[in-house]
Structure formats: structure tokens, C-alpha cells
């Protein structure tokens, strides 16, 4: 029996009623196969005493005597303090709500204690502890050589309110107890042997109930490589769906490093369709080096798809096709450049080139505004060429939404661009032959698949002749650009366009916001245009962040004074506009302000008849103003790396110098220290990303974690990165013998 066919709900298990069935729930635990893929957060090794006298290298864990109850405090804050000493130290145990001990552990009775101690108010205290009563009126001598109740290495899971460790740990052995020797092994028998890992129920077994620290990690080995194998046999089979062939499995592309191809402009354009041709002569600046690379990779993949597929077309009249046959090559490809690097270009060349094939395009943005921005940038730029261009979100109204619609079932329309609406049911293509994704990062590989899957059935098409070109602004650190889009292949845009500097970002501590203010005003009055960010719309959405820090140098727990709440766009709209800068015309932008409204500020903003927009992160992608060359985020701590990076990429835009004022809270976090410290020292978007990976981790990095996918039980891509270039050239291999 394989784990996941467990299905037998966790209230079938011993001690396992309706309420505490209930908790589980709360932590996704369902079933008893979810119940032995709830894998320990960690490890506590009791295997060895420590005594009092120890309590710096480690947790105490030791047999002790109480030797005195104490207390302190009034009325109902009145606290027991129980004094004991294991005969190399005296300690005191604070027990919070737990005055029922004073008759439980009356003086004299020999304990076992587990706890983390520290000198606090000159004396050896606890207020984390574990204690079981061992004899009353007995010898501690005696328990020198007896082992301790909860010896042994112990898992620790993660918890919710109601549930403790002792609890998930018996439910978890009866679990093992009653179907863990039925567990099969789900790893190809030669692979688990030449790896040497631990057969299925061997490693369920010794994960949640070790004997020493060495088997536990052993146990997570097999299971980590287990998990990345089967999610590395997914993506080997869907690059064989479109390439017709499983891949290299080595992780060898490298997207920090620069091209190396050099073009000459006449072998360049030499290779264009005549349309993109045209687009190439209208251009009044030249194509970097990773653009002309980056266009002539597409131009080939979209060739060789189509020549295959007229080949099938033709042995499918002819009546030679071969049931068997390999799927048709199709183009995928995720395309990286950081802001301003010039993807949305390349990936109109990409639809020229499907055009000339007399194929249709859609290009896909995430929010209204950015597809907005990239159909007047293709209606400016390819109009002109005879390319027809139409712009379909769900806000387009009724009246001329049927019309477009009958354009586009009728061949009329050669590129559409809009959000999601592109690929709802009431939208029909005559031959749909290239979607482009944009912001990719933002839909989750579930979505996007979904997204593509629709795509060919509403285009019409065979199961694999829709070409697909993912872009993103956010870089992917290469572990995950390899895995989670290793069926993919990759191209990465490095130079950014010539004159560019990079933008300098400054540092300030909340409460020296005036410093900024005065360096952007000095901006402004030179002629040039700025943004503020905020982390919220309005008051109403503010909420205090109950995980933040106390303030520094105080241990009073926080009170609502102490809490920092989100800056409200709109206040801040109204501070800056009437008392910073009255002098200067501002405009408000979010997401509840109306698409018409949003679009009217936006365009004074790019005349520059507004001078500051004040915004959420609404503006993180699709805004392209060169004359702005400020930008200020406000409580940066509380956005992400990659978040912050986009943001920045807001200016920069032209020759001119542009600068970041990251503004962040008293009360930050050391991990947004550490962001702030990355944003100040680097403008690469691929250091940054990899910095990201390592502080979030890969499911925010991605976008995929809220979409649903990557849904890792036990390994993480950047930590077990060496096991799984084992699991993926394992995987490939076994995919290749298979497909």
C-alpha cells in the first residue's frame, strides 16, 4: 500500500476524538497519510544528561529536587516559584498558571526537568520547562544512573493552540504502529539501492521516532530525495509534452553570468521575418547584444515548431501518422531581465515572427495597468506595420466587448492584450499560436499551466502546438529557474540599455523622514518627478503587526503604542500634498481608485503635469517614467526583496542619476535588516534574488506557494540543493527510459 492511498480519516486513530481531530485540521492534518507526511520542524536530543551547571552549552535535562516553593506577586498575578537543585547548582522554576505544582511536587520530591535556563535577577531561572515527578521524599542519588522519562531523541513539530508535542508524538506512533509496516517503497527499486536510502517505512519510522540524531537525518534524506525525485519526474515529462524529448538533466545554465554570443547587426537582421525587419528599422535606438541573442533563440523554436507541425498536418492527411509519435515541438521559455531591460520588445519581435506564420498572439498581464501600458506600447510601435491590435480586460464595457470578440473568432485581430479575461470561456481565438505571460511570478505554476491548458483549447489546437513565452522582471535564482521551470528553457537579459546609471538607494531610520523629503524636494525643484510608497490604502486597512520585536532596550511585552501600523496611502496623500510639498501637484493611485482615474493620473504623471505620486505597490510594474528619478517606500521593512527591487526600478529609467529612499520602522526585524542591507549594497536583480530565496524561501520567492504548487513536505530547494541534482539527473533518466 503506497502512503497516499491512507485515506482513513486521523479520528480512526486511538485517543483521537472529534476536538482533537478538529486542531489537527487546523494544521492541514486530515488523513492518516497527512498525519506521517507531518514531518518534525526539528530535533531535541535528550540522549545525554545535562546538568543545572550546564545550562549555557545547552537545554538542562537532569533529575533534580525541589528544595523550596516561593512565591511572588499579588492576587491573581500571584506566581509560584518552585526552588530546586540537582547537586552541582540551585535553580528556581517559574511556573506561570501553574500553582496546582505547589501540591503536585511538594518539598523533597525528586523530579526530571528538561528547560532552557538564564541568570535573571541574580539567580539561575526558568520559565520553559518540562517536569515529571519521579519519587516523593526520595534521593536524588538514586536517579544518577536511571534513565530519565522522555530520554531519547525527540521530533518537535509544529504546533496550534490546544495541541502539544506529547500529544502529536502519540498520535504519530499509533499511526506508525497500525499501517507503517504496510508502507511500499514509491522509489524505482535501482535508484533507492545505487543512492543507498532507507526503504519507505524504514524512513517514515525513523523521522518521527529516531534513536539517535545520525538516523533521523538519514531518515530526511530518503524522504527529501523521495519528494524531489517525483516533482523532477513532473517536469521532465512536461518538457518532453513540448519539446518531444526529456532534456539534459544538469544544472548548468548559468543566469548571473554575462552573453558571450556577439552579433554583428547585418547577421542580425539578417535573420528577421520582414515584419520585424520593419519593427527593427523603427526603432530609434539599437537592440543590446542579449535582445538580438534572445530574438534569434525564439525565431528558431518558433520555426522549428511550425515546420513540424506542418509535417503532422501533412502525414495526417496523407494518413501516415504515427499513433506513437513524439508530441510537436513547440517553443517554451521563460525570459528574465531586470527592470527596464527591454523584454516586453523581444517579445514583440516573438509575435511578429508567429504573424508571419498567420498565427494569432495574446499577451497576458497580471493587473489592468500593465496591460494597458504594454497595449499602447504595441499600437505605437506595431500599428503602424499593419499589425492589428486589440486591448480585452474584464472591465472592457458589453457594447464593444462582442464586436472585439467576433474580430478575434474571425482572424481580424492579430494580438490581443489584457489580464486574465484573455482566457475565459466567451473568449475564442481563430489560431491561437503564442501566449506570453508576463510577470509570470505572479500567477503560480499551477495557474499558468491552467492558463496555457485553456489557451489551446479555446485556440482550437492540438494538445502541444501553442507557444509559450513566460517573462519575468523579478529574477529567478537559478535553483529554482532549473526546477520549478525546468522544463523551460531559459534566457536571461543582462546589458541593459546604453546611458543607464545605476540608481543610488539610501537608508533612513523612521523619524529622519525629513532628510528624504528634502533630497526629493531638491528633485522636484530641478525640474524632475518622484513616487512615494505606502503598505497600505487607508486607515481602516491598517493592522499592527503582533510578531514585531520590542522596542530595543525594553522587556515590557508590547502594548498598542508600541505596535507600528501600516502608512496609509491616502494620509500620506493628503501630509504630503498639503504640508511637504504644497508647492508641487500630487496624485493619489491604488488599487480602489478607478481604472479611468487610475489612467488620468498616470498619463499627467508621464507629461509631467503631476510632479508626485503617491501610491501602493499598484505601480510595481508597467509604470515607465524617465523624468522620475526619485522614489520613496515607506516601512520598507515591510516588503520583500524582490517587491523592493521592482519598486526601485520605478526610476532609473533614463541617463539622468535616480535615487531610493528606503524609509524603515523603529522596531525592524533583523531579517529586514538584512534586506535593507542587500538593497542598499546591490542593484543586481539576480543577487538580490538569490538573497531573497535565502530570507523567504522558495514558495514567496516564486509566487507559487499562494497558487498552490511546489507544495515541498520536507525539502527545501535551496538548502537540499546537492541532493537534488541527485534526485533530478535520477529522475531525467528514468523519465527518458520510460517516455
Not at 514583440?348 to 498567420?358: D, E, G, T
Not at 504595441?378 to 457594447?399: C, D, M, S, Y
Not at 490581443?416 to 511570478?441: M, P, R
Not at 505572479?442 to 507557444?467: C, D, M, N, P, W
Request: net charge neutral; proline share 4%; with cysteine.
Amino acid at each position: 500500500m503506497k502512503l497516499a492511498d491512507i485515506k482513513n480519516p486521523v479520528s480512526t486513530l486511538p485517543g483521537v476524538g472529534p476536538s482533537a481531530a478538529k486542531l489537527f485540521a487546523k494544521l492541514n492534518v486530515f488523513t492518516v497519510a497527512d498525519l506521517l507526511t507531518f514531518y518534525p520542524k526539528d530535533y531535541e536530543d535528550r540522549t545525554q544528561r545535562v546538568p543545572l551547571s550546564q545550562f549555557r552549552q545547552s537545554k538542562v535535562h537532569c533529575a533534580a529536587v525541589v528544595t523550596a516553593h516561593e512565591w511572588f506577586g499579588y492576587g491573581r498575578m500571584k506566581t509560584l516559584k518552585l526552588v530546586i537543585s540537582d547537586g552541582t547548582m540551585d535553580a528556581q522554576l517559574i511556573a506561570f498558571n501553574r500553582s496546582f505544582l505547589e501540591k503536585q511536587l511538594p518539598v523533597g520530591t525528586v523530579i526530571s526537568v528538561t528547560g532552557t535556563f538564564e541568570i535573571k535577577y541574580g539567580a539561575l531561572q526558568s520559565t520553559s520547562f518540562e517536569i515529571t515527578r519521579l519519587e516523593e521524599n526520595g534521593n536524588i542519588a538514586d536517579f544518577q544512573n536511571t534513565a530519565l522519562p522522555d530520554s531519547g531523541v525527540l521530533p518537535v513539530y509544529p504546533l496550534t493552540e490546544g495541541l502539544n508535542q506529547k500529544n502529536v508524538r502519540k498520535t504519530i506512533a499509533a499511526a506508525l504502529r497500525e499501517y507503517g509496516l504496510g508502507i511500499e517503497n514509491e522509489l524505482p527499486a535501482g535508484i533507492a539501492a545505487s543512492r543507498r536510502l532507507l526503504s519507505k517505512r524504514d524512513a517514515l519510522r525513523f523521522v518521527h521516532e529516531p534513536e539517535t540524531i545520525a538516523q533521523a537525518m538519514e531518515a530526511r534524506r530518503t524522504l527529501i530525495f523521495e519528494e524531489l525525485f517525483n516533482f523532477q519526474c513532473i517536469i521532465a515529462k512536461r518538457a518532453w509534452e513540448h519539446k518531444g524529448a526529456v532534456p539534459a538533466a544538469a544544472l548548468t545554465a548559468d543566469p548571473c553570468s554575462g552573453s558571450t554570443t556577439e552579433l554583428t547587426q547585418e547577421t542580425f537582421a539578417a535573420s528577421l521575418s520582414p515584419l520585424q525587419k520593419e519593427l527593427l528599422k523603427r526603432l530609434p535606438f539599437p537592440l543590446t547584444a542579449d535582445q538580438q541573442k534572445v530574438i534569434i533563440e525564439m525565431d528558431n523554436d518558433i520555426d522549428r515548431g511550425y515546420r513540424e507541425r506542418a509535417a503532422l498536418l501533412n502525414d495526417t492527411e496523407s494518413g501516415k501518422r504515427d499513433t506513437e509519435r513524439k508530441p510537436v515541438f513547440t517553443m517554451a521559455r521563460l525570459l528574465q531581465g531586470d527592470v527596464g531591460s527591454g523584454k516586453t520588445l523581444v517579445a514583440f519581435f516573438a509575435c511578429l515572427r508567429v504573424i508571419s506564420w498567420k498565427g494569432q498572439c495574446a499577451i497576458m498581464a497580471p493587473t489592468e495597468l500593465l496591460a494597458r501600458q504594454h497595449a499602447e506600447t504595441a499600437a505605437r510601435l506595431l500599428e503602424p506595420l499593419g499589425i492589428r491590435v486589440a486591448f480585452l480586460t474584464g472591465n472592457v464595457k458589453a457594447a464593444g466587448r462582442s464586436q472585439l470578440l467576433k474580430q478575434l473568432k474571425d482572424g481580424n485581430i492579430d494580438i490581443v492584450i489584457g489580464t486574465h479575461a484573455l482566457f475565459s470561456q466567451q473568449v475564442q481565438y481563430n489560431d491561437l499560436q503564442l501566449a506570453v505571460i508576463d510577470e509570470q511570478h505572479r500567477f503560480g505554476v499551477l495557474q499558468r499551466q491552467s492558463i496555457v491548458e485553456k489557451g489551446r483549447q479555446l485556440a482550437g489546437t492540438s494538445s502541444y502546438t501553442l507557444h509559450l513565452l513566460m517573462m519575468s522582471a523579478t529574477p529567478i535564482p537559478q535553483t529554482l529557474a532549473l526546477t520549478v521551470f525546468g522544463d523551460l528553457d531559459v534566457s536571461v537579459l543582462h546589458t541593459m540599455p546604453k546611458g543607464r546609471k545605476p540608481v543610488t538607494t539610501y537608508l533612513v531610520a523612521e523619524g529622519h523622514e525629513s532628510n528624504a523629503y528634502e533630497a526629493v524636494r531638491r528633485e522636484l525643484a530641478a525640474g524632475r518627478q518622484a513616487y512615494f510608497v505606502y503598505p497600505a490604502i487607508e486607515a481602516d486597512d491598517r493592522t499592527y503587526d503582533e510578531n514585531e520585536e520590542p522596542v530595543p532596550g525594553s522587556d515590557a511585552e508590547h502594548t498598542p503604542a508600541q505596535k507600528t501600523a501600516p502608512k496609509s496611502a491616502e494620509e500620506m496623500f493628503a501630509y504630503l500634498s498639503q504640508q511637504v510639498y504644497p508647492e508641487f501637484k500630487c496624485a493619489l493611485v491604488h488599487s480602489r481608485v478607478g481604472e479611468e482615474e487610475q489612467v488620468a493620473a498616470l498619463n499627467a504623471f508621464r507629461d509631467g503635469s503631476i510632479q508626485i505620486l503617491a501610491a501602493t505597490t499598484v505601480i510595481e510594474v508597467g509604470v515607465d517614467v524617465p523624468n522620475a528619478t526619485c522614489i520613496v517606500v515607506e516601512q520598507a521593512e515591510r516588503f520583500g526583496l524582490a517587491q523592493l527591487h521592482q519598486l526601485r526600478g520605478r526610476v532609473g529609467r533614463s541617463d539622468v542619476q535616480s535615487y531610493c529612499f528606503l524609509i524603515y520602522s523603529k522596531n525592524i526585524k533583523e531579517a529586514g535588516i538584512q534586506r535593507m542591507k542587500v538593497m542598499r549594497e546591490s542593484t543586481d536583480g539576480f543577487l538580490i534574488a538569490e538573497q531573497d530565496l535565502k530570507l523567504r524561501g522558495p514558495g514567496e520567492v516564486t509566487g507559487t506557494l499562494q497558487a498552490g504548487t511546489l507544495q515541498l513536505g520536507i525539502a527545501d530547494i535551496e538548502r537540499d540543493r546537492d541532493i537534488l541534482v541527485q534526485a533530478r539527473t535520477d529522475a531525467f533518466s528514468y523519465m527518458k527510459s520510460i517516455l
